[in-house]
């Protein structure tokens, strides 16, 4: 059982790049979600999806798409990477039955240059 | 979303309790109270999770008043380990809720 996986753990982009970063989990959780982290700073909500197929903006959406095809995987994808992307990404999945307890992957630093 | 505010730091000492209080005014009648701890260069992991009164796991407690307007995470006898970040979240108890992380409260455990 692993869990939150994220792929790829650390990346460097060069502005305009593209990439999608990979959340999986194991855990046959409904709610998957992408939080984004600044130096010395709380996490953000990037995006969410409430199930396989279905996805919502969270609190800092631009500039950010993502796509949950299968139930255990939840993409998040940069179309073209800007400075101000440079973070580090954590994934989280939430069961239904156990709501606002949220399981996290050790997150992806990316670094836009 | 019910604000939180919480100490942005505090300081302790081996083997001592440490109590961060996080105050949530507007909270709301079917909103929880949940405790993250997040330490350097990994995701945040929850703790606790209560709707009134005191809750209790192997990890820590946490009290709640009657008024539910703050909650006070408790951590018996910290060690060096405990030093992280802990952050008070409060939100409608519905799975795919938008949970809000503030700047969370940096604890410094020191020996």
């Known amino acids: 059982n692993a869990g939150v996986t994220q792929t790829p753990k650390f990346r460097v982009l060069k502005t305009g790049q593209s990439m999608t970063l990979l959340c999986a989990q194991d855990m046959n959780h409904e709610y998957m979600y992408w939080y984004r982290q600044d130096p010395g700073m709380g996490l953000r909500l990037i995006h969410y999806?409430?199930?396989?197929?279905?996805?919502a903006k969270g609190e800092v959406p631009d500039g950010y798409n993502v796509s949950r095809l299968k139930k255990q995987n939840f993409l998040l994808g940069l179309e073209s990477a800007a400075p101000s992307q440079t973070s580090v990404y954590f994934c989280?999945?939430?069961?239904?039955?156990?709501?606002?307890?949220?399981?996290f992957g050790p997150g992806t630093r990316l670094t836009v240059l | 979303l019910a604000k939180t505010t919480q100490p942005i730091s505090m300081d302790s000492y081996e083997g001592q309790e440490v109590n961060i209080t996080c105050s949530h005014n507007n909270i709301a009648t079917n909103d929880y109270i949940t405790w993250y701890q997040q330490f350097p260069s990994q995701g945040p992991r929850f703790i606790i999770q209560?709707?009134?009164t005191k809750v209790t796991n192997e990890v820590a407690s946490l009290f709640i008043p009657a008024d539910r307007k703050s909650s006070t995470l408790s951590l018996p006898r910290v060690s060096l380990s405990d030093t992280a970040v802990y952050y008070c979240l409060v939100g409608d108890h519905n799975a795919g809720n938008m949970l809000t992380f503030g700047g969370g409260t940096r604890l410094m455990v020191k020996p």
């Open positions: 209560g709707y009134k």
């Open positions: 989280a999945s939430e069961a239904f039955q156990s709501p606002d307890t949220q399981y």
């Open positions: 999806s409430v199930g396989e197929g279905t996805t």
